[in-house]
């Protein structure tokens, strides 16, 4: 009997801070985390052309100026404002309104409309909470004017979180219904952002168990971001576009480790998609490490899609041997954030990673010797060499004090005789 346990996510993109200081005591009073971006789409009624353009909240400044403790104003380029209004409805609780505006001719180059636009509120929560978002969802923005031409406005986020509360960290959240109701994965069409390289909350832990010999074969933790480059509908055309996917916790797996020189891991996520990795050992038995990694997925993921078909990528590390150990005993780890190309349409990041394969002695537990990827290494060198350099400025320092007072003792000292 295999027993293996299974809680894997696929991160999105790592969200953009942006913060509200009070004017008298410049202590933090708003904090916002957004991704994603914002689509503005508009047809000219009378020459009936199309034309659409995206911002990237990555690109996002924060406008100090008419920022405060109840608003939060964002720009792009002085062409497109966003904001979220704080209400108060009662005595303890906030309801928040996204809004918009820019001037089309500025903006789209058409007649010269200023288009000011809202969403729908956010649900009612407390003043002392945190209003939290993880799920990839669509606001709408409408206006009840009329304008010269036609506008769709729609943004996408993700890992939205907001407060407006004297604290410079979120408070206790209130979840939103679609992380409350969600159970499948989202595309996100927007220029996405690789994992985050900061160590995740959760454990993603992927294992196969050997009831055999009472041992763990192999273990893998990591977190992992996808991004797919394809083809979208825009009117009677198609443009490139980017997707970004998060995988929900509750996936499956199938795994392999009763082979003797190779395991493999295989996890299932959205319907006709699946990521697998190929562990093989060297010819000498002395290591292992990552022979191929083959991600299957389906275009009909994506709800603009061009056309829907079912891909397959492969990334194959025969001369390089990929994520490779230094010993059969030793644990592989790379904290940094990495990439690695699964094709020409597909990067795969990953960050947080740490993984044994084909284990003789009972459990994983990732204790002991262990090969760190050359990133880490890198990172890891900037502490001892910020601290030499400091040293050796404190030498340069004595050394030129030294001289000064050497020279100034020495002028006293004649002027005495």
């Not at 407006?164 to 979840?175: G, L, R, V």
């Not at 060297?282 to 299957?296: A, E, G, H, M, R």
């Not at 740490?354 to 002695?361: D, G, I, L, S, T």
């Amino acid at each position: 009997m295999k027993i293996f346990i299974l809680t894997f996510l696929i991160v999105a993109a790592q969200a953009i801070r942006f913060q509200v200081n009070a004017p008298k005591t410049n202590s933090s009073c708003l904090l916002l985390d957004i991704n994603g971006s914002l689509e503005v789409k508009a047809t000219d009624n009378v020459k009936n052309k199309t034309q659409s353009k995206t911002v990237d909240f990555a690109n996002a400044t924060l406008d100090e100026v008419n920022s405060t403790c109840e608003v939060i104003k964002l720009t792009f380029n002085k062409l497109v404002e966003v904001w979220f209004q704080f209400n108060n409805i009662s005595n303890s609780e906030w309801i928040v309104t996204p809004g918009v505006q820019f001037n089309a001719k500025s903006f789209l180059d058409l007649e010269n409309d200023t288009v000011s636009a809202f969403a729908a509120p956010l649900p009612a929560f407390q003043q002392n909470n945190s209003y939290y978002c993880k799920a990839i969802v669509s606001y709408n923005f409408t206006s009840k004017e009329k304008f010269n031409s036609t506008y769709e406005i729609v943004a996408q986020l993700s890992g939205f979180q907001i407060q407006s509360y004297k604290n410079d960290s979120f408070e206790p959240a209130y979840e939103c219904d679609q992380d409350k109701t969600s159970t499948t994965s989202t595309a996100l069409t927007s220029t996405p952002t690789p994992a985050t390289t900061t160590a995740p909350s959760y454990k993603d832990d992927l294992s196969c168990w050997d009831s055999k010999t009472n041992t763990t074969k192999f273990r893998l933790e990591a977190t992992f971001a996808l991004t797919i480059n394809y083809e979208a509908k825009d009117g009677n055309k198609t443009k490139a576009a980017t997707a970004n996917i998060d995988v929900p916790s509750n996936v499956t797996a199938n795994v392999s480790c009763s082979e003797d020189r190779e395991e493999s891991l295989k996890i299932l996520f959205l319907p006709g998609w699946d990521l697998e990795y190929i562990f093989q050992r060297t010819k000498d038995n002395n290591t292992y490490f990552v022979s191929n990694i083959i991600l299957t997925y389906s275009t009909s993921a994506f709800k603009d899609a061009a056309v829907n078909e079912t891909l397959q990528v492969n990334y194959t590390s025969a001369k390089s041997n990929y994520l490779q150990a230094e010993k059969q005993s030793y644990y592989y780890s790379c904290k940094s954030n990495t990439s690695v190309s699964l094709g020409q349409n597909v990067t795969l990041y990953t960050s947080n990673l740490r993984y044994q394969a084909f284990n003789e002695k009972g459990n994983i537990t990732f204790s002991g010797d262990a090969t760190e990827c050359s990133e880490d290494e890198e990172t890891n060198s900037v502490v001892p060499i910020a601290v030499g350099a400091a040293l050796a400025g404190l030498v340069v320092i004595v050394l030129i004090a030294y001289l000064i007072g050497r020279r100034r003792s020495r002028k006293s000292g004649y002027e005495s005789v």
